[in-house]
């Protein structure tokens, strides 16, 4: 599987934008981006996926590099509540596989200060 | 809408003794289930995967078992629990076809002394 590589950490202010680094320069074709995140004492949640156009939703935007071989996930306003760690996966697509693994690297811690 | 349960939240149990930990769905049919582990630290190590009914998958050796007595039932067993099984257990599930998704349930957080 390909790998991704995160900061270990990160820091915010409340109601200011965050990005949120993710370089992948081993990914293939048909690998997708997948962004996750993970609160204290919780199962990882979803948060947004792309493959090779930038991707909005209520929770995020997601900014592939035109090479796919770095991401950015944007949130555009910090809450408290979006301190958490959020993981860049890639999603491999194993053809007639449909259990579709997923494997967490290590993350980005994001502190958000009031 | 879809839910996904796991119990228990907590659990202490000593070394030698058996688990069992359960997880269901509700609201899907023919998910796809997976069982992972995020020991100390943050990393999650995918342990199984289901595409359906009896039909389990192992990532990785080890100490534990899983089985899908029913289609939106996953259970995460051992016979006997070693101090390396401690960690935080996730249930999650999948569409079956085209699984981009994946849904995490709340966990149990597994202390072996």
């Known amino acids: 599987d390909a790998k991704t590589t995160q900061p270990n950490s990160m820091e915010s202010n409340e109601e200011e934008p965050v990005h949120l680094p993710c370089n992948h320069s081993t990914i293939s074709g048909t690998d997708y981006i997948h962004w996750y995140r993970q609160l204290p004492s919780q199962g990882p949640e979803y948060v947004i996926h792309g493959l090779t156009s930038n991707v909005n939703n209520r929770m995020a935007s997601l900014a592939i590099a035109e090479d796919r071989k770095s991401s950015t996930l944007i949130l555009h306003r910090a809450t408290l509540r979006d301190a958490a760690v959020y993981y860049c996966?890639?999603?491999?697509?194993?053809?007639?596989?449909?259990?579709?693994?997923?494997?967490f690297g290590q993350g980005t811690i994001l502190t958000v200060h009031p | 809408s879809q839910t996904i349960h796991q119990w228990p939240a907590t659990l202490v149990q000593p070394v030698g003794s058996p688990l069992s930990l359960e997880c269901t769905v509700e609201?899907?049919?023919?998910?796809?289930l997976y069982w992972y582990r995020q020991a100390a630290g943050r990393g999650l190590q995918l342990l199984f995967y289901s595409v359906g009914i009896g039909q389990i998958s192992s990532e990785v050796p080890q100490n534990l078992s899983a089985s899908r007595p029913q289609d939106r039932q996953f259970i995460l067993s051992s016979k006997k629990l070693l101090l390396s099984d401690s960690g935080f257990y996730l249930c999650?599930?999948?569409?079956?076809?085209?699984?981009?998704?994946?849904?995490f349930g709340p966990g149990t957080r597994l202390t072996v002394l």
């Open positions: 999650a599930w999948s569409v079956r076809v085209g699984a981009d998704t994946q849904y």
């Open positions: 996966i890639l999603r491999h697509n194993a053809g007639g596989t449909s259990y579709g693994k997923l494997t």
């Open positions: 609201g899907t049919s023919n998910p796809n």
